[in-house]
C-alpha cells in the first residue's frame, strides 16, 4: 500500500511539474507571438512611422512590452523618448537604445497613476465638469 501512494505522489508531483513548464511555455510563446506582431505591425507601418515625425513616444518603456516596442521603434530610425516611473531602469534601456541603433533618447520619470489621482483632485475641489489640458 505504501508503494502505491509513494507512486501516486511521485506521479502527481511529475504531472504538477510539467503543468507548471507547459504554463511558462504558453506564457513565453504568447509573448513571442505579441513580439512578432509588434514587429509585423512595425515593418508594415515603416513609411507612415516617418512620416509621422522623428520621434515616438513609449510608456512603460522600462521594461517588458513597452521596452520592446521602444526598440522596434528604434530599430525603424525614430527617437525615442522613454516614459515609465523607474528611472534608474528608464536609464538603462535610453543607454542600451542609444548605443545600439544609434539614436537619440529623451527619458521621463512619471507615475501616471499620480497624475491622475492629482487632475482629479483639482477637478472635483474646484467643482469643475471638466479639465482641459489643451
Do not use: P
Given at each position: 500500500m505504501l508503494?502505491?501512494?509513494?507512486?501516486?505522489?511521485i506521479y502527481q508531483?511529475?504531472?504538477?511539474?510539467?503543468?507548471a513548464?507547459?504554463?511558462q511555455?504558453?506564457?513565453?510563446?504568447?509573448?513571442?507571438?505579441?513580439?512578432?506582431?509588434?514587429?509585423k505591425?512595425c515593418?508594415?507601418?515603416?513609411?507612415?512611422?516617418?512620416?509621422?515625425?522623428?520621434?515616438?513616444?513609449?510608456?512603460?518603456?522600462?521594461?517588458?512590452?513597452?521596452e520592446?516596442?521602444?526598440?522596434?521603434?528604434?530599430?525603424?530610425?525614430?527617437?525615442?523618448?522613454?516614459?515609465?516611473?523607474?528611472e534608474?531602469q528608464?536609464?538603462?534601456?535610453?543607454n542600451?537604445i542609444?548605443?545600439?541603433?544609434?539614436?537619440?533618447t529623451?527619458?521621463?520619470?512619471?507615475?501616471?497613476t499620480k497624475?491622475?489621482?492629482?487632475?482629479?483632485?483639482?477637478?472635483n475641489?474646484?467643482?469643475?465638469k471638466?479639465?482641459?489640458?489643451?
Open positions: 508503494a502505491n501512494s509513494n507512486q501516486s505522489d508531483t511529475t504531472n504538477q511539474s510539467q503543468l513548464n507547459s504554463n511555455s504558453e506564457i513565453r510563446q504568447a509573448t513571442q507571438n505579441q513580439l512578432f506582431t509588434l514587429k505591425w515593418l508594415s507601418k515603416r513609411k507612415t512611422l516617418r512620416q509621422a515625425g522623428e520621434w515616438a513616444v513609449v510608456t512603460g518603456a522600462s521594461s517588458g512590452i513597452g520592446a516596442y521602444a526598440e522596434e521603434l528604434a530599430k525603424e530610425g525614430l527617437n525615442i523618448m522613454l516614459i515609465s516611473n523607474d534608474e528608464l536609464s538603462t534601456v535610453a542600451r542609444e548605443n545600439t541603433y544609434n539614436v537619440q529623451r527619458i521621463v520619470v512619471a507615475d501616471f497624475v491622475i489621482s492629482i487632475l482629479n483632485e483639482s477637478v475641489h474646484n467643482n469643475l471638466s479639465l482641459s489640458l489643451t
